[in-house]
């Protein structure tokens, strides 16, 4: 079965300083990846996903993820962060023939310190 | 365009008894799932629809939990009866689509408190 691993609970970063989330999958072929954002009463947004194309996501808010077969990674990040990326950040995976079924990773809350 | 609606957005009930959570998806998405997202985890998937029909409802509690979705366009999911390990999240979404990568585009969820 298909399995996502976000290190870190929780990450504090400082405004402008560089935005890093972890998410590592478990999968002998290499799935569909998504990063979601969830800010505090709302539902999930998308950020990006990765369907194959590249392996070098860009999405919004100015948040990008590369893919890393060899590292079975596909960590997020952005150079600058703003004080209203603080939420709390879902990486997710979906096999390729699994019906569009995520399988979602614990979750990063980011906090940003002015 | 409208979102991703559900109702209500707080329910809080005694254990035993039971609960229903209504969702309105997007205009035209043929593909409604549930999730469960339990304080501090990341949501897990309870059961998907394509229009009228369900597609995947293996991680269904089923002695306790239902759902429909009869028109193939609102959907009900239903506790009965609860315990104190059901409060969480209930986010439902919808995509055009049960395409591979098709994007989720999800509600506010309502949040369920069971003492």
């Known amino acids: 079965a298909q399995s996502v691993t976000q290190l870190g609970s929780h990450v504090s970063v400082s405004e402008g300083a560089l935005v890093l989330l972890r998410c590592n999958y478990s999968s002998s072929v290499p799935p569909y990846l998504f990063w979601y954002v969830q800010y505090p009463n709302q539902g999930l947004q998308l950020l990006l996903k990765?369907?194959?194309?590249?392996?070098l996501v860009k999405g919004i808010n100015g948040f990008e993820a590369e893919f890393k077969k060899s590292e079975t990674s596909f960590h997020l990040t952005k150079p600058s962060a703003h004080m209203s990326d603080a939420a709390e950040y879902f990486c997710a995976v979906s096999p390729w023939n699994a019906g569009n079924k995520l399988t979602f990773g614990g979750g990063t809350r980011v906090l940003v310190k002015p | 365009e409208a979102g991703v609606a559900q109702s209500p957005r707080y329910k809080i009930i005694e254990k035993r008894q039971s609960v229903a959570f209504w969702c309105n998806p997007i205009s035209g998405h043929a593909t409604l799932y549930w999730y469960q997202q339990i304080l501090g985890q990341g949501p897990k998937l309870l059961i998907q629809?394509?229009?009228?029909?369900?597609?995947?409802d293996s991680q269904l509690p089923k002695d306790r939990f239902s759902a429909e979705r009869l028109k193939g366009v609102d959907s009900t999911l239903k506790i009965q009866p609860a315990k104190l390990e059901d409060s969480a999240v209930y986010l439902c979404a919808s995509s055009l689509e049960l395409r591979q990568q098709e994007t989720q585009y999800f509600g506010p969820g309502t949040r369920l408190l069971v003492l």
């Open positions: 990765y369907t194959s194309a590249a392996t």
């Open positions: 629809f394509q229009n009228n029909g369900v597609v995947d």
